[in-house]
């Protein structure tokens, strides 16, 4: 189990042709583009934490029934910094990095103050942005990097501050129907308070497509959300959208201030500044997009963590949006390198089996309700939302299944009813070993499977004549854990779930994150396709292990 984890991936730098076995559709033609961890040791030193491990790049380029793959490192200047000095040198969420026992007193003093309030690491190993005509590889922290998705190659570094009063942000943001990105980030002590900051990145017009100009500088606030919590702000790894709304879960999984900022004089990392508080409560707030400000009232539910949002959509004048909820932090431990290196089957019994769960909210309460009673009337959903005496409203999910990660949906239904879940099948492992297909109408879901296979977050590519939401196929990158078999791009039919193909690769693939597929422009029916259509085709993950 280590060694797949823990084992430094070279690069590939020049593509090298897969062995293809079935039939790849024509149509298919684009790239798929991935991110994630790659290499977790620098020199005699080691990163503590999976998630920590750096970027590393990797891409198949479907062409004419062929499949290309290449992989390069993120030339981000925590990468360079740490292969200059030989040792890691920029401290990650899990791993903190201490000066070089050989610099004078100074020059440590300085470095100490400079982590009372931490620049954080530009190592964007989460996931893949379309900004306007740009791409970008993106992670938590303020920065994101701009890529080559053909040549994988880093490019400029983009601070979010410069844009927006944010110190962390998600890796997945939306796109809307208009070709807005949205995104979320938190403000921590900005002029006396922590927030909670929704911003809009807007779509580019033809002639700032023509004169390449970046959409980025257009950056504006159109929410803000006071934290609970002065000192202890929320993590969150993603969020919802509607049409007209926006959901944001702030769970009792918080950061402390104050011990983040003594952390490294007490040499602990950041993530021991995090902790989940199983007593307290679960605020879920709902933002209209038109009028720009929350919906009135008080919602809740019970302490959980989520990491990824599925989807959401209004129905009968509420708010239906689904999640994968754990009701613990323990996944996040069990990717410490030293649990990676444990009986795995053992160690992963401390994680609860994520739940895909639908919740229920109502877009306005009444007043005249009785008090206990269930403010939602929607027959699609057994979820409730009960009214409280205080005024508050008590939100209990529905139940949709369990054992799944790493959720994707076929775009075109981001934020409307839609009907099927592809994601990965985990149970008390997180690693996952089925890919599943789950339909939200029927309770029914297909699988599939093969011995030695640990499948990548699967992606829905739709077909370009579709007619029904599931009309495509499902990319996913098959990391082998049998040294005799090759890892492969694996091809499925999205409705049926039977296998089309398989490109083998003949290297070593890493356990990625999340990524993008990026149509070939001008191929047969996509040359003729609305803006709106190729939005949904080159979305990034909407809802994405955290990190």
Known sequence: MNTIFARNKKEQLEPVRASVTGKIPAWLQG?????????????ETSYNHWFDGLALLHSFTIRDGEVHYRSKYLRSDTYNANIEANR???????????????????????????????????????????????????TETNYMR???????????????????????????????????????????????????????IPAMGPEAKKKGKSPLKHTEVFCSIPAHSLLSP??????GITENYVVFLEQPFRLDILKMATAYVRGVSWASCLSFNSEDKTYIHVVDQRT????PGKFYTDAMVVFHHVNAHEEDGCILFDVVAYEDSSLYQLFYMASLKQDF?????????????????????????????????VASTTATALKEK????????ELLCEGLELPRINYAHNGKQYRYVFAAEVQWSPVPTKIIKYDILTKSSFKWEEEGCWPAEPLFVPAPDAKDEDDGVILSAIVSTNPQKPPFLLILDAKSFTELAR???????????????????????RKQAPPEEQRDRAAGSHAAPPT
């Open 390 to 397: 205080d005024g508050q409203v008590y939100c209990q999910p």
């Open 345 to 377: 089957k053992e160690s992963a019994k401390l994680a609860s089996v994520p739940a895909l769960k639908r919740f229920a909210v109502p877009l306005s309460v009444d007043k005249n309700a009785e008090e206990g009673s269930n403010l939602i009337k």
């Open 88 to 138: 890691i040198v920029v401290s990650e969420f899990g791993t903190m990095a201490y000066p070089d026992p050989c610099k004078n007193i100074f020059s440590k003093a300085f470095t100490y103050l400079s982590h009372t309030i931490p620049d954080f690491t530009d190592n964007c190993l989460i996931n893949i942005m379309k900004c306007g005509e740009d791409f970008y590889a993106t």
């Open 146 to 200: 701009k890529i080559n998705p053909q040549t994988l190659e880093t490019l400029e570094k983009v601070d979010y501050r410069k844009y927006v009063a944010i110190n962390l942000a998600t890796a997945h943001p939306h796109y809307d129907a208009a070709g807005n990105i949205l995104n979320m980030g938190t403000s921590i002590v900005d002029k006396g308070k922590t927030k909670y900051v929704m911003f809009k």
């Open 31 to 43: 790239t798929l583009l991935r991110n994630g961890p790659g290499m977790h040791t620098v020199g």
């Open 292 to 295: 720009r400000k929350p919906v």
């Open 234 to 239: 929320s993590y969150y790894h993603s969020f």
């Open 503 to 525: 490109a083998y690769v003949d290297v070593e693939l890493h356990l990625d994150l999340h990524g993008l597929f990026i149509p070939d422009a001008g191929e047969g029916a």
